[in-house]
Nanobody, 125 residues
Framework: QVQLVESGGGLVQAGGSLRLACVVS????????ISWFRQTPGKEREFVAG???????YYADSVLDRFIISKDRAKNTVYLQMNSLKPDDTAVYYC???????????????????WGQGTRVTVSS
């Protein structure tokens, strides 16, 4: 089991930036898969970016070239740097963890066992 705590959400104008943080505990940080998802009311949770097995990064097409997922091993933290934000990026963002997920399931929230509490991001136009 992986424990996850997010922070860093807030209100920002379109074109601005935010950095979300996900502190990870309960498993060997180097090997756990950590992904960011987002959700808006009435919609399914959507994959944003992921660190598969701690070593390879993947992004949704909608955030490619704008968002960057990274990690700080000393702090056991995964970050999501969000640049050039758009109103469509408004959502609650969640980090999710899985200790043993195959790559083909990375983008599907049903395959994640552990979730943070979520952090709200609002982008105004």
């Amino acid at each position: 089991q992986v424990q996850l705590v997010e922070s860093g959400g807030g209100l920002v104008q379109a074109g601005g930036s935010l950095r979300l943080a996900c502190v990870v505990s309960g498993h060997i940080f180097d090997y756990v898969t950590i992904s960011w998802f987002r959700q808006t009311p009435g919609k399914e949770r959507e994959f944003v970016a992921g660190f598969w097995r701690g070593r390879e990064t993947y992004y949704a097409d909608s955030v490619l070239d704008r968002f960057i997922i990274s990690k700080d091993r000393a702090k056991n933290t995964v970050y999501l740097q969000m640049n050039s934000l758009k109103p469509d990026d408004t959502a609650v963002y969640y980090c999710a963890g899985n200790t043993d997920i195959v790559l083909s399931r990375l983008r599907h929230p049903i395959h994640y066992d552990d979730w943070g509490q979520g952090t709200r991001v609002t982008v105004s136009s």
